[in-house]
């Protein structure tokens, strides 16, 4: 692929890349805090459609963080490391500099014994497991907990359990299963080892900020996940 190509999904980031990654930030924020105060019921729609939407922005933290990563969130590299820091630890306490080696090694070793990310045996339950126990510290249950003990004394525990803690879980399911499991089971014949999701903006979008295009990602690994769609028609 042409160098002139990657270098142009990759230039511009700034400030276009800083005021997504704080957008995303604040609208988890947002909505975390109006959800917080909102009267539990089970017949209502809003309910579900709040998980939803937080288990969504749940996800965008975490792909900020990811393409912090990648250095693609701003060419300033303190800040860039920063923004990826700081949605990384919104998102239950996620430590960076821990994840970071562990996704260079991915991109490194991709669908070998040396990925991280990779499991053999191509089997849901026992992929995800080895996923997020290879992420999980001790840590991060602490911290959480620690958190939850004194957001109670603020916000209805019903509240903290559906908008905050559940929608955290979700949101690893989706980045498993469209970012990890569907892109990387069975095998490909490609230099990246990577299947990818027929070409569909909206539902690319809608599942995991364009990670579905997972072959594309590998093949320009400098694009952030809001040029990714553009990178669909240049890897055919």
């Not at 004194?150 to 903290?160: G, H």
């Not at 903006?201 to 579905?212: E, I, T």
Request: proline share 5%; with cysteine; charged share 10%.
């Amino acid at each position: 692929m042409n160098t002139s190509i990657k270098r142009q999904l990759s230039t511009s980031i700034d400030p276009k890349g800083i005021i997504i990654a704080f957008s995303i930030i604040l609208l988890w924020a947002t909505s975390l805090t109006l959800l917080l105060h909102f009267p539990i019921n089970y017949s209502s729609p809003i309910l579900y459609l709040g998980i939803l939407v937080q288990t969504h922005l749940y996800t965008g933290l975490f792909i900020t963080a990811h393409d912090a990563m990648h250095g693609v969130v701003s060419k300033h590299k303190k800040l860039n490391h920063f923004i990826g820091w700081f949605a990384a630890i919104l998102f239950s306490f996620n430590f960076y500099w821990r994840l970071f080696p562990n996704h260079h090694k991915h991109h490194q070793h991709v669908a070998t014994e040396e990925d991280p990310d990779y499991h053999t045996s191509d089997n849901f339950i026992a992929w995800y497991l080895s996923f997020i126990l290879n992420y999980l510290t001790i840590w991060q249950f602490l911290l959480m907990a620690l958190t939850f003990n004194l957001l109670q004394f603020i916000f209805p525990v019903p509240n903290l359990i559906l908008f905050w803690m559940l929608p955290a879980i979700l949101s690893t399911f989706q980045l498993f299963y469209f970012g990890t499991f569907l892109p990387h089971r069975g095998k490909h014949p490609n230099k990246h080892h990577s299947g990818t999701l027929k070409k569909n903006h909206l539902w690319a979008f809608m599942s995991c900020y364009f990670f579905g295009y997972h072959f594309e990602h590998h093949e320009f690994p400098n694009a952030p996940w809001w040029r990714l769609w553009k990178t669909k028609k240049l890897s055919n």
